[in-house]
C-alpha cells in the first residue's frame, strides 16, 4: 500500500473517514481563495479555480460560501491574508513527507508542525530535502460504477492517462498534470464515479517501513491531516495492509 494515494485508503480502513465538515469546508474555501486571487475570480479562465469549485460542490458546499471565497481571493472583500507553504520532513522509518499548506501566520505553522513530526519520532527538514522524490502528476479515483477495466482503461488512454491501477475495487488513473480536466470530463462522460480529482504530488520510488513504524506514522499523519493549516500531505511510505490498526 503506497503513501501517495492510499491515504485514503487507510482512513477508510480506520473507519477515520474525514467527516468534520467545517474542516473540509475551511480547506475548500482556502483553495478557492488562493485560486482566484492567482488566476482570478472567473472559473472558465481559471482552471485550478474551476476545480476548487467543483470538489467544493462535490462536499455540498453552499453556494454562498464559494462566492464569498472567490471575493475574498479577488479584493473584493476583506478577510485574512494567506500563503502557501510547502513543508518537508521524514517520518517514522525514513520515509518522505510534503505537506501543502496555506496559512495566515508561517511562525505558527511551522513551529506547530515541526512539534508534530517530533512528537511522532520523525523530523521536519529543510527546503528541497525531500522533493525531489515526488512528481506533479493529475492522479483521479473512481469507482466503476459497472464498467469494466477494459472500459475504464479505453477511455482514460484516450484522454491522456498514462496508468490505469485498480485495488479493492477502486481505479487510480494517472498522467500529466495539464491532462487533469480533460481525464474528468472524459471518465463523467463513461458514467463513472468520480471520488477525487486533483493535481497531486507522486513519489518516484518507495520506502517500505517495518512494523514498529507503523503505529507512529499512522499518528502522525492523522495528525497532519487534522491540522486546520495543512490542505494536502504526500508521503512515499509503503506498508503492508494489514499491519493498519482499525478503529
Known amino acids: 500500500m503506497s503513501g501517495h494515494s492510499k491515504w485514503a485508503t487507510i482512513k477508510r480502513k480506520k473507519g477515520a473517514a ?5 474542516r473540509i469546508f475551511t480547506r475548500l474555501i482556502r483553495e478557492i481563495t488562493i485560486a482566484a486571487r492567482e488566476g482570478g475570480g472567473d472559473p472558465e479562465g481559471n482552471p485550478r479555480l474551476r476545480m476548487a469549485i467543483q470538489s467544493a ?3 455540498n458546499m453552499p453556494q454562498d460560501n464559494i462566492t464569498r471565497g472567490i471575493k475574498r481571493g479577488t479584493g473584493e472583500l476583506e478577510g485574512q491574508t494567506f500563503e ?3 513543508y518537508e520532513g521524514y517520518g517514522p522509518g525514513g520515509c518522505a513527507i510534503m505537506i501543502d499548506s496555506v496559512t495566515d501566520n508561517k511562525n505558527r505553522t511551522v513551529s506547530e508542525l515541526r512539534h508534530m513530526f517530533g512528537k511522532h519520532n520523525g523530523n521536519l527538514a529543510d527546503a528541497n530535502a525531500v522533493a525531489f522524490m515526488f512528481e506533479r502528476k493529475a492522479v483521479i479515483e473512481l469507482q466503476p460504477n459497472g464498467k469494466s477495466e477494459d472500459e475504464i ?3 482514460a488512454l484516450e484522454a491522456g492517462a498514462e496508468d490505469v491501477v485498480g485495488e479493492e475495487g477502486t481505479y487510480t488513473v ?6 487533469l480536466e480533460d481525464l474528468r470530463n472524459a471518465l463523467e462522460a463513461l458514467g463513472v464515479t468520480i471520488e477525487s480529482a486533483e493535481s497531486t504530488r507522486v513519489p518516484s520510488s518507495y520506502v517500505e517501513v517495518e512494523e514498529k513504524h507503523v503505529a ?3 499518528k502522525l499523519m492523522d495528525a497532519l491531516d487534522e491540522h486546520d493549516d495543512v490542505q494536502r500531505v504526500y508521503s512515499n511510505f509503503d506498508i503492508d495492509p494489514s499491519l493498519i490498526p482499525d478503529e
Open 153 to 155: 482503461m479505453e477511455v
Open 84 to 86: 502557501e507553504v510547502i
Open 57 to 59: 460542490k462535490t462536499q
Open 216 to 218: 507512529s506514522l499512522i
Open 18 to 22: 474525514d467527516a468534520a465538515r467545517g
Open 174 to 179: 494517472t498522467g500529466e498534470p495539464n491532462t
